[in-house]
Every structure is written in structure tokens, then in C-alpha cells.
């Protein structure tokens, strides 16, 4: 049950792929622990210039010489005018003010066609640098680019929120899809569809979207367990993603705040909002998400909001302010613990094995 | 794995509880075919008045001699104006004329009081008539309803969305707790939290929910077959609560209508709205969800808004017209078929032994 299309796939001992969060969270450390015990070490390259992602890849392969991946996301058209921008600076001038940040009031917002060439840039390394397995967010990358990983015999990886768009994955020639369910934290992959049709549980998510596709599907969403691997599995996963979990390990780049958050939060406390940049993500729901309830429809679209917010959620994690951070979670941050990569990966299969020998 | 604890209690071959859906759908007919083939049969008694309770339960016991249940609403106080109700039908007139209603200008809305002796009337036909388990939605009946229950040995079932709500149904005196995920179809059971954080995947809920309570879990939310049965059993739960599985089935006593938007729907056409009844309850999007969404947030609450559109929901139902019908589902309308009870179940049965199997 553990070995399968997508161990073999991966080359890993184990179904289990770590969550490529990204925003310093996927350490060299986490990346490299979580391929040598066993499972998929994963690099979270939305945000890194190619010359981090160059660095970082370089920095695992002396820390492990198993498979790892690396997840991009694909760019976005988005509109935005200066007068936006203004208004959503004049909204956050006090709150830049009780951090003691200088107020923006301009901003140099990046063209979708300078958002493509940076994508680009990160394909060409990833290529260049031989990452055996890229994954992808927000969307499908273009023809062109999924051609050339494929030449280069890169595995590739989609996320879709629903049947159509692990459709849409599939029929562009990824390998595998990762179906997120509404329990995920972080940002939404929905990328065809609203966001709210997009909030499918993953009781329902991974049977419907088995049925429908002939690659294998690998899970995500509030997976924490052994108890969250086997039931995937049930549902018709062959493997399953976990982002929370690793989040609160001792090998994980998260703020120390964010992680007692998390270890500290309960299933209820997670929201969906689009304050931090633009697009939705579930986190745990601090002062920053209340106060911008009244106007985040309002907001720019990400990458806009995103950059706007950048400065306000450096300096509250710095300072030590949960206020203004964003603490992506998952629904089941009761089953967060403090350990490590080891420990969480072992835990992790031996309950599985229990649960499937009916211990 | 598939005879434990809820089995014994309940008196059941299997562990699978047909959801008790109000408003006609659970007939004499699905009732006793669910406890026949192993099930738990279950009547949605939540709008029945006690003498509708007493003949269906007399019909069920002449066909079967099995154990079955029944489902009752805790009333909630509810707060609401002569304005707000004018306001209503106001905005619900073009529909009624549409439909050939005639025009509703006031409207008799039953107080908090009437509503709770209609509560204690129905209890009393429940122990009269010998109804081996009840379950409750919409809170936890008063405690001496809870004592007279137990006296008469009728085990209890509560609803819950989230733990807090399970420990407060532990206390209570429950024996088995429904947890319910936001994959579920119908009215949503929260009762102490706001519905949004009331929206966990049972892939979170039902672990957490079970690592916090000592009485057995029952999961309900997209579950529709033997994949969804063995999953929640990984997770923590004993057994499964099924609604829209069986709400298409040959028995049921849904419109077809109703049944045949199930089955052409996909996983992400159901919403959430408080339009119908002013509780939200997720179904198939149609006309009437669409149109109210505007003014979603001013409806007056459950069951004030359930009275006003009764009359809507009945004409667009009986002129066979989707539109103005309430047409509940669960995440997994992909999974629905149309089939017999016995059909169904079996299904459940063989595929979750295959499962276990690893077949």
C-alpha cells in the first residue's frame, strides 16, 4: 500500500511529500531531513530569484543524495491602477505606523510579462541545476515550458482544487496532481474557478478526482498522521502532502511565533482571507485578518497586495508581533507537535502500518 | 473493524446511519429497507408533528423488526420583526407570481415557547412509541429531556462541526457523537459557533473531534461509499452517516427532480446558502440561491425564513421547476447513483472489505 506508482515515481521510500510552503519556511534542513528519512524534501521557489533557488539546490545535494523537488508558481495576469495602490496604502499607514515602517506611497508593481520572464528565469535553473521533480501552483505553466522540463525528464507535479482542473493537469502532461482539499492552509491553487467552488473537503475531492483522471493523485489538506496517510489512501491517493506538519518542525523556517500559534490554535480558528496578498489562504485568524474583513474585496489582486503587505509582515514577525504575521495553517493544527523531521516521518508510517494491520 | 462499538449499541449489522433528512425524503419505505439491509434507518422527524411521528413509526415497525432511529431540531430562540417578514415577501413576491402563489401579506411565526412544546410533544411520541435511538440537530435538548430519554433506554445521538461542540455533547450525556465535515449536504448542525468556523473537512474534524472525546464518533459529510466508510474508520470514527448517498436511491422519497440534479452535478456546484431557511444548508446552486445572495445577510433566521418560503419551495417542486427548490446535496454528487438501498449498501460493504483486503 505504501509502495507505489508514486514512490516509484518520486524514488522515495515513502508516499509522503513535504509541502513546498513558501516564504522561508523550507529550510535547507527541512528540504534535506525530510528526503533522507524517507519522503519528498521540496523547495517552496514562488517567491526565490534564481540565484537563491541556484544556491539552495546546491546546499541540499551536500545534505542528501535523495530525490527532491522544487514548486513554482505560474504567473497570473492581474490588473491593478495607481489609485488602487494608493487606497490600500492609505488603509495600511496606521498599521505601518504602530511598526514603526516609514509610509509607501508608491510602489514599483512588476508587469506580468517581467512576472514571466522571472518564471523563466526559475525554470531555466531548475533545469540547469537538475532537480528531478518540479511542481506547480496557481495554474499550468505554458506548452512550451512543460515541453522542455519533459525533455530534460523532470517529473512534474499540478495542483488542482477540483475535477476540472486535475483535468486540465492532466491533459497538459503532468505526472502527478496534488489535489488539494478546503482543510489546506496557505494559499488556494484554485486557478480555473472562483475560490469558493474551489473549497471542496477531501472526503469528496480525492474519490471524485481518482475517478476521473488515470495519473496518480497524491493529497493535501490538514494530513498530519497516519491515521490522515491511510484514510488518503482509501479515498484513492497514492500518497499525501503535509504542510502544517512540517511547518512546526524543529527543522522548519517558520518565526517560532507562528509555530506556537499553530501548536497552540484549535481546528475552528483557521479563516480563508485574501488580506495578505491578494489571493486567498487559510491561517489563523489574528488581528490583521479582522481588521481588513471590512475591505478585502476591495483589495488588489496578488501579486499586488502581496507587495504592499511585505514590509508590515517582516517587521511584525521581527518584532515579535503575531498581529500582523500571516500564520498559514491547516483545519488540524490540534495535531501540529513540536519534533523532528525524523521523528514526524516515522511517526507517521508507523501508524499507518498499525491501522492497516488493524492494531 | 466493521463490528465495534456503534454496532453494539446501535443494533446494526453495519456501521452505516442513513442521515435523517427532513422534509419528506426519509419514507416508510427508505427507513425500513436501510435497517433491513444492516443499516440504521433513520426518520428526519425535525418537521413531523407528533401524530406524523407515531404513524410512520408504527409503519416502519410492521417492516422491520430491526433497530431504527429517529432525528429531532433543538429549537433555537430566534429574534424577528414584523418589518423584517414585511421585507421578506416583499423581495419574495415576483417569485410568488412566478409560481401563481398569491401574495402573503402577514404571516403567523410561531414564539420560542411554541416551538419547544412542540419539541416536548414530540420527545413524548419518541419514548410512547419505543424509538430505540434518537438523534438531535441544532444543539442538545434541555437536561431533563436528555434524563427522561435515558430512562426509557433510548440511546442519544448529537450533532457536532467542530470538538467544542462534541465535548459540550459528551457532557450532555450523549452515547454517540455525528460529527459533522463541511462536505455535508443540508443544513449545517452548528449550534454554538458561527457557521464559517463550523466549516471543517471531516479529513481534519473527525481525528481531532476523536482525540478529544471518549464516546464513539460517527462521521457524515461526501461519504458515499466504501472508500469513504474505510477512510473515516482510519480517522478515528466507528462509522458513517450517509445522506445524499441515499437521498438518490429508488426509496427515498426526494423529488425526482431533486434526485436528478444530484446526479448530473459535479463537485463544485453545491453552495452554501441561509436563503432557503435561514440556516445555512449546502445544495446544488440554482435561480433562487443566485438571486438571493444579495440579501442573504438581512433574511430573517430559522425557522422564520423556512415558514416564508414553504409555499416557493412546494409550488416550484410540484410544477416540477428546479429553480425555486431546495435541492440539498453533499460535496460528492460525482459519486451518486440511483439504486436500491440494498444495492447501495452492499456496495459499501464489498468495496470497504476490498479496501481492507488491499484488493
Known amino acids: 500500500m505504501l509502495n507505489n506508482e508514486i514512490t516509484e515515481l ?15 519556511i523550507t529550510t535547507t534542513e527541512l528540504v534535506s531531513e525530510v528526503s533522507n528519512y524517507g519522503g519528498l524534501g521540496m523547495i517552496g521557489a514562488g517567491y526565490m530569484t534564481p540565484i537563491q533557488i ?32 494608493k487606497s490600500v496604502n492609505q488603509i495600511l499607514r496606521p498599521i505601518r505606523e504602530q511598526l514603526n515602517l516609514h509610509p509607501i506611497d508608491s510602489l514599483e508593481i512588476p508587469t506580468f510579462n517581467h512576472l514571466l520572464e522571472e518564471f523563466n528565469e526559475q525554470i531555466k535553473t531548475v533545469i540547469e541545476e ?28 499540478g495542483t488542482a ?18 489535489v488539494q482539499g478546503s482543510e489546506a492552509g496557505g494559499h488556494r491553487g484554485n486557478f480555473t474557478q472562483g475560490y469558493q467552488e ?62 506556537e500559534e499553530i501548536l497552540n490554535a484549535h481546528e475552528d480558528q483557521t479563516v480563508l482571507t485574501r488580506s495578505f496578498s491578494g489571493k486567498y489562504a487559510r491561517g489563523v485568524k489574528n488581528k490583521f485578518i479582522s481588521e481588513m474583513l471590512q475591505n478585502e474585496a476591495s ?3 496578488f501579486p499586488v497586495q502581496n507587495i504592499l503587505t511585505k514590509g508590515i509582515r517582516k517587521a ?23 519534533q523532528t523531521v525524523n521523528a514526524l516521518i516515522k511517526g507517521v508510517i508507523s501508524e499507518a502500518n498499525n491501522i492497516r494491520n488493524g492494531k
Not at 508516499?15 to 522561508?24: D, H, K, N, R
Not at 505560474?74 to 495602490?85: C, L, Y
Not at 521581527?318 to 500564520?327: A, E
Open 198 to 259: 474551489s473549497l471542496v473537503g477531501l472526503m469528496s475531492l480525492i474519490p471524485q478526482v481518482a475517478d476521473n483522471v488515470s495519473i496518480p493523485v497524491v493529497s493535501a489538506g490538514g494530513i498530519m498522521d497516519g491515521r490522515g496517510l491511510t484514510a488518503s489512501i482509501c479515498l484513492g491517493a497514492k500518497g499525501v502532502q503535509m504542510g502544517t506538519a512540517f511547518l512546526t518542525c524543529v527543522e522548519s523556517g517558520a518565526n517560532e511565533l507562528h509555530k
Open 316 to 338: 511584525s514577525s521581527s518584532q515579535n508581533n503575531r498581529d500582523y504575521m500571516s500564520l498559514w495553517s491547516g483545519q488540524s493544527p490540534r495535531l501540529a507537535k513540536r
Open 161 to 178: 482544487t477540483t475535477v476540472r482542473e486535475a483535468l486540465e493537469n492532466e491533459k497538459a502532461g503532468m505526472d502527478i496532481i496534488v
Open 54 to 85: 541556484r544556491t539552495q539546490i546546491r546546499e541540499i545535494k551536500q545534505l542528501t543524495s535523495n530525490s527532491f523537488g522544487i514548486n513554482l508558481f505560474v504567473p497570473n495576469e492581474f490588473d491593478v491602477t495607481d489609485q488602487e495602490v
Open 10 to 24: 518520486l524514488k522515495i521510500k515513502y508516499p509522503i511529500i513535504q509541502a513546498p510552503m513558501a516564504g522561508g
Open 130 to 157: 537538475k532537480v528531478p521533480i518540479c511542481s506547480f501552483t496557481f495554474g499550468i505553466p505554458p506548452r512550451e515550458v512543460i515541453h522542455e522540463l519533459k525533455q530534460h525528464h523532470i517529473i512534474l507535479m
Open 299 to 301: 483589495l488588489p489582486d
